[in-house]
C-alpha cells in the first residue's frame, strides 16, 4: 500500500464519515459543522485526483461562502425552527427513517452495480490519453493549462455563468429583502 | 496511483447519504445540505476523470462551473427559505402546505 493510497483511504474515511454523521445527527447546528469536514475531506479527495485548482476552490466557494451562508440563514429563522428541529427522532435506524434507509440502500446496490460493470479503469478513451500522455501531472503545473483553456476554449460558459450568478444575486438580494423595505 | 473505481465507489457512497439526507430530514437547511453532498458527488466524479484530460480540462473546468453554480442555488435556495420561515414560522417542508395566505 503506497502513501497516496493510504491518504486516499483516510480522505475517504473522513468524507464518509462525516457525512454519515450530518445524515444521523438531529442537532442541527453539529451537523452544519460536520458538513464542514465533509467538505474540507472532499478538497483532500480533488488534491489526490491532481486537481489542485478545483482543491482551493472548493475550500474558498464552499467553506468561505456556502457554509457561511447556511450558518447566517439557520441563526436567522430563530429559536422556534431550532426547538422543532430537536423533537425529531434521535435514532437513525428508526421506522421513520425506514423509507429513507430502503431508497439510499437500493440506489447504493444499483450504482455500484453499475460501477462494477462498467470497468470504468479500462474504458478505451482513458487507455488512449495515457498512451498519448495526456494525463494531468503530478508537478501542478497542469494549472497553467486551466488558466489558457478557460479563457479560450470555455470563454463561453465562463461568461454564461458569470451573467447567471449575477442574475442569482441580485434575485437572492430581492427576495431576502424585508416586505416593510418596498413601500418605503 | 489510485484507480477511477475507487473515486466512484466514494462518490456513489456520498450521493446515497445526501439522498437519504433529502428524504428522511424534515428540516429545509438539513435538505439544502443534502442537496449539497450529491452536488459534490458529482463533482467528485468529474474532477476525478479530469485527471485523464490534460489538453483540454473538460472535467476540471466544468467542475469548477458546477460549484459556482451550487453557489448561486444556495444563495436563491437560503433566500426562499428565509422567506418561508417568516411567512409561515417554520421551515419544516410538511407543514408548508398551501400557495396563498
Redesign the interface.
Known amino acids: 500500500m503506497t502513501m497516496v493510497k493510504i491518504l486516499f483511504c483516510l480522505m475517504a474515511f473522513v468524507t464518509l464519515g462525516s457525512a454519515l454523521v450530518v445524515a444521523a445527527g438531529r442537532n442541527l447546528v453539529r451537523s452544519i459543522f460536520m458538513f464542514f469536514v465533509t467538505l474540507f475531506g472532499l478538497a483532500g479527495l480533488y488534491v489526490l485526483a491532481l486537481a489542485d485548482f478545483v482543491a482551493v476552490t472548493q475550500v474558498v466557494i464552499y467553506v468561505g461562502g456556502i457554509l457561511v451562508l447556511i450558518l447566517f440563514a439557520f441563526m436567522l429563522s430563530g429559536k422556534e425552527a431550532l426547538d422543532k428541529v430537536e423533537e425529531q427522532s434521535s435514532k437513525f435506524i428508526s421506522l421513520k427513517n425506514a423509507p429513507a434507509l430502503f431508497l439510499a440502500g437500493l440506489f447504493v446496490v444499483i450504482m455500484l452495480n453499475v460501477v462494477f460493470k462498467a470497468e470504468v479503469d479500462n474504458l478505451p478513451w482513458i487507455h488512449r490519453a495515457i498512451e498519448t500522455h495526456n494525463v494531468m501531472p503530478v508537478d501542478g503545473t497542469g494549472i497553467n493549462e486551466i488558466g489558457v483553456n478557460l479563457m479560450t476554449r470555455y470563454l463561453l460558459p465562463f461568461e454564461v455563468i458569470s451573467i447567471l450568478l449575477m442574475v442569482a444575486l441580485i434575485g437572492a438580494a430581492h427576495l431576502s429583502r424585508r416586505e416593510g423595505a418596498n413601500q418605503s | ?10 462518490s ?10 433529502i ?5 429545509a ?2 435538505i ?2 443534502g442537496i ?2 450529491m452536488l ?1 458527488a458529482a ?2 466524479n468529474l ?2 476523470f ?8 473538460g ?7 458546477a ?10 435556495a ?6 418561508v ?1 417568516r411567512r409561515y ?4 417542508p410538511d407543514k408548508i402546505n398551501q400557495l396563498r395566505d
Open positions: 496511483m489510485i484507480a477511477q473505481q475507487d473515486f466512484m465507489i466514494v456513489v457512497l456520498l450521493f446515497c447519504i445526501g439522498l437519504f439526507i428524504v428522511s430530514k424534515k428540516n437547511i438539513q439544502l445540505i449539497e453532498l459534490n463533482i467528485l474532477v476525478a479530469g485527471k485523464f484530460d490534460r489538453a483540454n480540462n472535467g476540471q473546468v466544468f467542475a469548477l462551473f460549484i459556482v453554480l451550487a453557489a448561486a442555488t444556495t444563495a436563491v437560503l433566500a426562499i427559505i428565509l422567506n420561515y414560522k417554520t421551515i419544516n
